[in-house]
């Protein structure tokens, strides 16, 4: 099972980027997923979850500006990022809950967010 984030890219402040994460392989069924995001110099952190149920948590940083949602019929989940600022510069990464037999985590490869001022 692996996860590929991809649409990352240069945005100016105040704008919108929308990347999404892709789970292939088979076997498996989602729990929950997510995106963390980290900066040069500082700790990865939770930006967003969202379970299969659809209940969604979001840092209080994104809250109001990030929307993230999910097909896990697809198997996809997305982050819409609008009104982006500087500060949300970073990697982002999404994170997979998985169950099969057994439940275990994956992670994605990140894409970079660049939001210049």
């Known amino acids: 099972v692996q996860l590929q984030a991809s649409g990352g890219g240069l945005v100016q402040a105040g704008g919108s980027l929308r990347p999404s994460c892709v789970v292939s392989?088979?076997?498996?069924?989602?729990?929950?997923m997510a995106w963390y995001r980290q900066s040069p110099g500082k700790q990865r952190e939770l930006v967003a979850t969202?379970?299969?149920?659809?209940?969604?948590n979001y840092a209080d940083s994104v809250k109001g500006r990030f929307t993230i949602s999910r097909d896990f019929n697809k198997n996809t989940m997305w982050l819409q990022m609008n009104s982006l600022k500087p500060e949300d510069t970073a990697v982002y990464y999404c994170?997979?809950?998985?169950?099969?037999?057994?439940?275990?985590?994956?992670w994605g490869q990140g894409t970079q967010v660049t939001v210049s001022s």
């Open positions: 392989g088979s076997g498996f069924s989602i729990n929950s």
């Open positions: 969202i379970t299969y149920v659809g209940s969604t």
């Open positions: 994170y997979a809950e998985l169950s099969e037999l057994r439940k275990y985590d994956r």
